[in-house]
């Protein structure tokens, strides 16, 4: 079966787990993932599945990407986002397609140099990546409109909150190995208001780089 029609099998299936964003989903089928993992797993690309990376990492599920892009930007546009765990980048280029400025850190070097030959493949030019503790976040670039946080600490990351604009939203999964939850943080002038949504399971944010 052609990557074209996987591809649309898997919008359909992201549809039917309640998916509702139409510009979320043409970014999915406008992005491949199968250039996001190693050759010996491309027939696994378009099934809704993690998949392994390399350096103990994950590609993320399809619909967790969705569901948390979809998440970031349900109460209207962003110009800028920070991502923390860029990864394979592929939640990266779906992020470039829907938001003006996409700065996204990554603590394991060998993956963040892949990361960057994909995205220009792909001709994407407006991802900036910078090495390091993401948890640190970007504080020469922020404040940011949103946050995507692709790996679990076991709180939220104070610094995190303090590089968000007031009215800027942050999406991230919190907790251990064996509980996490996906939570929406929303920046307000006095501080920020949380809103726990469902279960996940992410790599663990680690501090320091590689
Ligand atoms: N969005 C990615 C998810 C990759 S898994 C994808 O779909 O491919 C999470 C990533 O977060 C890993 O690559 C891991 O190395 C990275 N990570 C973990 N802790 C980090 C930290 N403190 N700073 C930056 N990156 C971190």
Known sequence: MTSQRTRERLIQRLKEEGIRDYKVLEAIRNTPRHIFIEEALASRAY???????????????????????????????????????????????ILSRLVNRVYSVERIEALQLQARKRFQALGLRNIRLRHSDGGMGLPEYAPFDGILVTAAPEGIPLALVSQLKPGGIMVLPVGNQSEQVLVRVLKTNEGYQKEILEQVIFVPLLGGVQ
């Open 47 to 93: 099934e809704d599945t993690a998949l392994p990376i390399g350096h103990g990492q994950t590609i993320s599920q399809p619909y967790i990407v969705a569901r948390m892009t979809e998440l970031l930007l349900e109460k209207g546009p962003l110009d800028t986002v920070l991502e923390v765990g860029t990864g394979s980048g592929y939640q990266t280029a």
